[in-house]
């Protein structure tokens, strides 16, 4: 995916400023696909520059604030871009070699920085589960709402596997040491 991508959608569910799509790309989209407010807004000149968005100056508004909406052609490259296969990336997680050498060398410290990451999915999934209960109190009957608590669900499920796979580790890892923390050594 690319973050003109990520904009275009944003755009296209409600035009507004480039502050604006920056705060609501953060509690959206920035949950699977980050970028940070400076790259918000090169990408959005970049978009109009290219014609594919177009901005306004808002009236009455201090500073240089614009209003951004899509164009047809914005539109367009957003079909073109939903209609081309996407690339197939696998799990690419530091933790995943950090559990594999613990495998080889022991846990040399890495229960701590997995008791680190349980916590921050365990946030992240408490805050999937607010919105989830704030935004989708009964199952959607409108088809777009309903793809958008498909996205939100696959989030929900992604931070409880990370969740169980930390805790799996932590407990494989106790059972593998001794008291001091240090690898158990194999009798041949």
């Not at 407010?37 to 109009?48: D, G, N, P, T």
């Not at 901005?55 to 914005?74: D, F, P």
């Not at 793809?147 to 930390?166: K, R, S, T």
């Amino acid at each position: 995916m690319s973050l003109p991508h990520a904009l275009l959608t944003s755009l296209l569910e409600k035009p507004t400023s480039g502050s604006e799509l920056a705060r609501r790309f953060d509690k959206s989209i920035g949950y699977f696909w980050q970028a940070t407010h400076q790259q918000i807004y090169r990408e959005l000149a970049r978009l109009e520059e290219a014609g594919l968005v177009s901005s306004t100056a808002e009236e009455g508004a201090r500073g240089r604030k614009r209003n951004y909406k899509v164009l047809t052609a914005g539109k367009a490259e957003l079909k073109r871009w939903m209609s081309q296969p996407s690339e197939h990336r696998n799990l690419r997680d530091e933790m995943m070699v950090r559990v594999r050498a613990a495998a080889i060398i022991g846990p040399h410290g890495l229960q701590e920085d997995i008791r680190i990451r349980l916590e921050h999915h365990q946030a992240q999934l408490a805050l999937y589960r607010e919105i989830e209960k704030h935004d989708f109190k009964d199952k959607p009957k409108d088809p777009k709402l309903g793809l958008q608590h498909l996205l939100l669900n696959a989030g929900i499920e992604y931070e409880q596997m990370y969740i169980d796979f930390c805790h799996k580790v932590l407990k494989q890892i106790e059972s593998a040491c001794d008291t001091r923390g240090k690898p158990r050594l194999k009798r041949a």
